[in-house]
């Protein structure tokens, strides 16, 4: 049998790699920590001092890394369940359960590294659950993870029977508050944990498929991938990162909070989301912006905690700035900004 | 060329996007009392130049005159204050009011400052009758099809401008009779004394309604000239620049299929559809002819398993393979260039690359990735050889024209090396220009060796490329034509079930 062929000519010559760090500094995100940064330093010259103590790092900027490392993680997850047009909001919830089960386990004298293993499988199996609903039972995202966001918490308070579980196991302390090469561990874990999600979708074909099916579900479809499996992987992943979250949240206190583990986090996660450029609509994403953006949201937590300012300012402030970032990511300013060719239908 | 003041008067318009020069120094004159057709293909900057004489652009260079005056207009609110107005493919109206309101919106009469319903619904109800509408104008607009939508956005222009009327592919979404309705209505504007523009992507529409028309072509003014004077293949051949009628069933086709059969169905079914029997050959084309609603559509989405069949067989190369769903068609060699292009087909946002390599890609699993050279070398090439126009690959597939996503669609399952494809209506929605070049890639691919199932509306088209037809009616396989026997008439017979009784001229 022949084989159709096409002609083989030469091709046009590769447009130039795009040079990701000479874009990296102009970016919206990046120039706004930078000033985020700047007036934290204005309002308390000693922001940027680091010091060496006791074999770590400290300083207020070692404290936004540490502070953000919770966001940032449920952040990578989020990214990419909103590049498929998805949203998770049960993130908050999933951390809160998660934490529970690895304190209510070690309390009842379960070895901690399988405590933390079940709590991770914990995270995996609500983000399985999201994902089933989502593509099984075709629920809209924000419906079906608004499902776990609800029932999360009453299942957290079902595991530690309502009180707050305390534990001094060193290994769960030891993620919330330990420290690795000098720096907090939650900060290597989300380090971490940004690389590798950055390289298996940029390694892999992951990252453009689901890219695909966030722009255009059906035409995915059409094209032969199997959407649905994606969406499980995505939805699972997002349910592991917040699971990681919630070791960490609990392990800083010592304790599992099943009523404000989390709360509300989920929120922050999704403004770090769009912070970071990664559009509700779905499609193009970047796990590194998002992280950026939940690095953008402490700076100002921390900013405006050590300057003095009443914590009710916060609230405030961050709607200001997220409104900066968001107009400067707006179709509007690259208007008034570049002036693009316009083209013609 | 009459003595008499035109209406509208565009002088040397230039305009100028970036690097691109859309329109260079173009002149058209709309008159009253005519339909003025604007034709050209895609990117010869018919939109341009329409956005420019309604207000939506500003021109780089020239002038504009409106019974002779120069106007400057800054926008096409504004444009509609000189009298010129608008009315798009899509209606833009708001669909979830009623007929009345939509008509009067902006401008209700009032009653000590309230609306004055019964007035705006006895105003609308009026009015709509000198269109020949008699409807409830209470209803809500989505009530009604899309014809009467068009015809209410009309009389909404007509009401607000009143000199000129701008008709931008207002029969793309509308049956033939549909048509019939909305060109009687121009023609009473007409004959009102309106100047009419009309674009169109249908020839016969231009030669039925148009008096003069004014062909475009890279930005310059080819012709204008009276429609009386002109036949079909001077109006494609100034479009074009070139000759490009179809090669009427080429001899090489007859002679029946060349290979051996690639592809088999046996007994295909589901709810609604009669279970069907069909083989294609290697280097077959198997043309589909049918009304809509045949159930064309629907055999091509079985065979490819985006509905799921209830019953049958299929076998590629002799093998039974199992299809039931589309990531299934495409392992075993398929692909399919569905009828809606953008709801179905493109990744708008996604770069012309990523929208060629994506099948491929889906294909190959998600480990397997193919590298950023890869990507560039395949979209390249195939690119090249189905001649898709991107200033690069690396531009989102949304900016380019409905021709070049369909050649980006084409080329993603090319790359995927098929055994068997499908195309529903590749020619839909796309300029002649385009239109021809792909019908020429359908016989290229035939005679590569391909297999190849088509779907069109378009007679003479099915008939330049297949070897066979099947002709459907009431989803149902009710004919099979092929050799000699396949003509425009033995066909428009057969969808019929009835012998011919008038057939349209045919297209040279």
Known sequence: MTRPTVDLRPTQPPLPRPRPLAHFFTRPQVIALAAVLLVNWLLFPGFFTVTWQDGRFFGSLIDVLNRGAPVAILAIGMTMVIATKGVDLSVGAVMAISGATAATLVTNGIPAPVAVLAALGTGLLCGFWNGILVTVLEIQPIIATLVLMVAGRGLAQLITEGYIVTFSDPLLIFIGTGSFLGLPMPVIIAAVLMILATLIVRRTALGLLIEAVGVNRSAARFAGLSANALLLIVYTFAGFCAAISGLIVAGDIRGADANNAGLWLELDAILAVVIGGTSLMGGRFSIPMAVLGAMIIQAMNTGILISGFSPEFNLVVKSAVIIVILVLQSPLSSRLFRRLPGAQK | ?508
Not at chain 2, 376 to 396: F, K, S, T, W
Not at chain 2, 452 to 457: A, E, K, R, T, Y
């Open chain 2, 1 to 508: 060329m009459t003595a008499q003041q035109p209406v509208l008067e565009a002088r040397g318009i230039d305009k100028v996007f970036g690097q691109h020069r859309a329109l260079d120094t173009v002149d058209f004159a709309a008159h009253a009392g005519e339909v003025h057709a604007l034709l050209g293909e895609n990117g010869a900057g018919k939109s341009t130049l329409i956005k420019i004489l309604t207000g939506a652009y500003q021109p780089d260079g020239g002038e504009l005159l409106l019974e002779g005056q120069p106007i400057h207009l800054r926008d096409p609110l504004h444009g509609q204050t000189y009298g010129i107005g608008t009315v798009y493919q899509e209606v833009n109206l708001l669909p979830n009011r009623s007929v009345s309101e939509n008509l009067f919106l902006g401008r209700q009469p009032t009653r000590f400052g309230m609306v004055d319903r019964k007035r705006i619904d006895a105003a609308a109800k009026d009015l709509l009758s000198r269109y020949g509408l008699n409807i409830d104008v209470r209803a809500e607009l989505s009530e009604y099809s899309v014809a009467v939508q068009q015809i209410v956005a009309i009389a909404r222009a007509v009401e607000l401008s009143g000199k000129v009327l701008v008709l931008d592919e207002p029969t793309a979404s509308l049956d033939r009779n549909e048509v019939q309705r909305l060109f009687d209505v121009v023609r009473g504007l007409k004959a009102k004394g309106l100047a009419i523009i009309f674009i169109t992507h249908f020839l016969d529409q231009v030669f039925d309604l148009a008096d003069r028309v004014t062909i475009l072509r890279n930005g310059r003014k080819v012709a204008t000239q009276a429609l009386n004077t002109l036949n079909t293949t001077d109006v494609v051949r100034m479009m074009l620049g070139k000759d490009v009628a179809f090669d009427h069933h080429p001899t090489a086709l007859t002679g029946g299929p060349k290979g051996a059969v690639r592809v088999q169905f046996q007994g295909l079914s589901r709810k609604g559809l009669s279970p069907f029997d069909l083989s294609v050959h290697e280097g077959e084309v198997v043309g589909v002819a049918g009304l809509l609603g045949s159930g064309r559509t629907e055999v091509a989405r079985l065979m490819f398993g985006v509905d799921t069949s209830d019953g049958g067989q299929i076998t590629v190369d002799g093998h039974p393979v199992t299809i039931r769903n589309p990531a299934q068609a495409v392992a075993a060699g398929f692909g399919f260039c569905p009828e809606d292009r953008k709801l179905d087909g493109i990744f708008g946002d996604l770069s012309v690359r990523e929208n060629i390599i994506i099948a491929l890609q889906a294909k190959l699993g998600w480990f397997k990735a193919l590298n950023r050279d890869d990507q560039v070398e395949l979209a390249g090439r195939y690119a090249e050889a189905l001649d898709i126009r991107a200033a690069n690959h690396d531009m989102p597939v949304k900016l380019l024209s409905g021709g070049n996503q369909q050649k980006v669609i084409l080329a993603r399952w090319l790359a995927i090396d098929p055994t068997f494809l499908i195309l529903d209506e590749p020619t839909r929605g796309i300029d002649v220009g385009a239109h021809a070049e792909i019908v020429r890639t359908i016989n290229r691919l035939r005679e590569e060796g391909l297999a190849l199932f088509v779907i069109s509306s378009e007679l003479d088209e099915v008939v330049a490329y297949s070897n066979r037809i099947v002709v459907m009616r009431d989803r149902e396989m009710v004919a099979e034509l092929d050799g000699d026997s396949i003509a425009p008439d033995a066909i428009v017979q057969a969808i019929a079930g009835t012998p011919p009784h008038e057939t349209r001229e045919a297209r040279p």
